[in-house]
């Protein structure tokens, strides 16, 4: 089944993130499972999970998913990594590199092709299925889904987080 079409489930992100956590990896959920992080339920259907990682944890992150089944999907690194398993549950890996202030820098994936910004600020906790974890804020979501054309998921979840938020 395509990735598009298998939906990968609260709990699934649960585990997948304790599986994380326990191998000491440093990372924040981000995408469709951050917005919901964010809102504290399940707002809509997701086919992948987001991680933004510090990049001298990616080798964690494929360590502790091997076991589970996960392989390198796609490797467009230092932008981005992507790890399946045969069921086709996906993660996309954000590798950051954090500065001195803190602040995490994804290469070459903003907007216009530079380098997107994560400070240190803007990360904070969410909850997926009664369990706290880490996520981006909901400014620097919003921040993240501008600088393209919107699909119907990204206006209703930037909708979402305005309207709860406030923003």
Partial sequence: M???????????VVFLLGALERASVRCWVDGGWGVDALLGRQS????????????????KVIRALS??????AEDDRPRRLVLRDHTDR??????????????????????DGGDAAYPAGDRGMGE????????????????HHTGYEPTAKD?????????????
């Fill in 155 to 167: 206006r209703a979840d930037t909708a979402a987080l305005r309207e709860t938020f406030g923003l």
């Fill in 67 to 72: 076991p589970l089944h996960f392989v390198i």
């Fill in 2 to 12: 395509p990735a598009e079409d298998r939906e990968l489930t609260g709990r699934e």
């Fill in 128 to 143: 997926i299925e009664g369990r706290p974890v880490p996520c981006i804020s909901p400014t620097l979501q919003l921040e």
């Fill in 44 to 59: 809509r259907p997701h086919d992948d999970l987001d991680v933004v990682v510090v990049s001298e944890d990616v080798a």
């Fill in 90 to 111: 996906q993660i996309d890996v954000h590798p950051i590199e954090l500065d001195a202030d803190g602040t995490g820098w994804q290469r070459g994936a903003a907007a």
